[in-house]
């Protein structure tokens, strides 16, 4: 019994003499490994470089981001909360447009029944709601016609505006840049109702891109009409078109996040398709339907 004992004793110490001598030959070659690399496990994070940019660059900009969009065709899809479309929660929709400012924007449920229809022609636009019945026309400056119907459809421009490349700067406008970190502010200021000058819009520039990621639209109060957020940029079109900012292809945003400044709710629009620069005939852009 005793022999037993013994060579069961010697034999955990052995066992322990293993496992000791495993974990300092596990701890040196971690540790070798460490060194060798250059302690790359602590490298410091690369830095993010900012672009630099005046007003009148990034207000060229703007130009040429809308010379770089004829036409364009799209799909997307629209998620409405606090009732600011009085129409559905979810809509499936279409889009045309051709420059400088004919658009059409179609919606639809999620089984493919027509929501409405909105026509804007150079001059005139119409509106067309199948489920209520109802056709409003008019001037796209004063959509007063439309009624409660006149503040969603013109959020919904201004939405497009950001992707359409249509919120250029206007003659009659001014603009200021300030810089704020890693962002630049354009600040935009136009003739009011009394001919007095007041900031109309604010512009976002994201500087490692120079991508336009947010603006707000003003009342001559002051006060934000509307927030308007853009994200997840991507190239669009064929390679060949050059865009402002440099790249090899067409960027714009599948991503729009509209806030109304009134309080009277949000939509979020994700884009699925965007087909830019191809033909579209008067039957896309439904212009027989405004004479």
Same mark, same amino acid.
């Given at each position: 019994?005793?022999?037993?004992?013994?060579?069961? %004793?010697?034999?955990?110490?052995?066992?322990?003499?293993?496992?000791? %001598?495993?974990?300092?030959?596990?701890?040196?070659?971690?540790?070798?490994?460490?060194?060798?690399?250059?302690?790359?496990?602590?490298? &410091?994070?690369?830095?993010?470089?900012?672009?630099? !940019?005046?007003?009148?660059?990034?207000?060229?900009?703007?130009?040429?981001?809308?010379? +770089?969009?004829?036409?364009?065709?799209?799909? =997307?899809?629209?998620?409405?909360?606090?009732?600011?479309?009085?129409?559905?929660?979810? *809509?499936?929709?279409?889009?045309?447009?051709?420059?400088?400012?004919?658009?059409?924007?179609?919606?639809?449920?999620?089984?493919?029944?027509?929501?409405?229809?909105?026509?804007?022609?150079?001059?005139?636009?119409?509106?067309?709601? &199948? +489920?209520?019945?109802?056709?409003?026309? $008019?001037?796209?400056?004063?959509?007063?016609?439309?009624?409660? #119907?006149?503040? &969603?459809?013109? #959020?919904?421009?201004?939405?497009?505006?950001?992707?359409?490349?249509?919120?250029?700067?206007?003659?009659?406008?001014? *603009?200021? #840049?300030? @810089?704020?970190?890693?962002?630049?502010?354009?600040?935009?200021?136009?003739?009011?109702?009394?001919? !007095?000058?007041?900031?109309?819009?604010? #512009?976002?520039?994201?500087?490692? +891109?120079?991508? *336009? %990621?947010? @603006?707000?639209?003003? +009342? @001559?109060?002051?006060?934000?009409?509307?927030?308007?957020?853009?994200?997840?940029?991507?190239?669009?079109?064929?390679?060949?078109? %050059?865009?402002?900012? $440099?790249?090899?292809?067409?960027?714009?945003? =599948?991503?729009?996040?509209?806030?109304? $400044?009134?309080?009277?709710?949000?939509?979020? *629009?994700?884009?699925?398709?965007?087909? &830019?620069?191809?033909?579209?005939?008067?039957?896309?852009?439904?212009?027989?339907?405004?004479?």
């Amino acid at each position: 019994m005793s022999y037993w004992r013994s060579a069961q %004793v010697k034999s955990r110490k052995l066992k322990g003499k293993s496992e000791g %001598v495993s974990l300092l030959a596990f701890s040196l070659f971690a540790l070798a490994v460490a060194t060798l690399s250059g302690c790359a496990l602590f490298a &410091p994070k690369e830095e993010v470089q900012l672009k630099k !940019a005046t007003v009148e660059e990034l207000t060229a900009l703007l130009s040429q981001q809308k010379a +770089t969009i004829r036409t364009m065709k799209g799909l =997307f899809s629209a998620k409405v909360r606090g009732g600011i479309i009085p129409i559905a929660s979810r *809509v499936e929709g279409s889009l045309y447009y051709r420059r400088p400012n004919a658009m059409r924007l179609r919606g639809f449920t999620a089984v493919g029944g027509e929501l409405f229809e909105f026509v804007q022609g150079e001059d005139q636009f119409k509106l067309r709601l &199948p +489920t209520m019945g109802r056709v409003l026309s $008019g001037s796209p400056s004063d959509m007063s016609e439309m009624g409660k #119907l006149a503040r &969603p459809f013109q #959020l919904s421009v201004w939405a497009m505006g950001g992707l359409l490349g249509t919120g250029t700067i206007a003659k009659n406008e001014t *603009v200021t #840049l300030v @810089e704020e970190g890693d962002r630049y502010r354009l600040e935009v200021f136009g003739p009011s109702s009394s001919g !007095a000058q007041f900031m109309r819009r604010r #512009l976002w520039f994201e500087r490692q +891109t120079l991508h *336009v %990621v947010q @603006e707000d639209r003003l +009342t @001559e109060s002051g006060a934000v009409e509307a927030t308007i957020q853009y994200e997840d940029f991507r190239a669009i079109g064929e390679a060949e078109a %050059v865009s402002s900012a $440099g790249d090899k292809q067409l960027v714009r945003p =599948f991503k729009i996040l509209l806030e109304d $400044g009134k309080g009277q709710g949000s939509v979020q *629009v994700t884009f699925h398709e965007m087909i &830019p620069n191809l033909p579209l005939s008067a039957a896309d852009l439904a212009q027989a339907s405004l004479q």
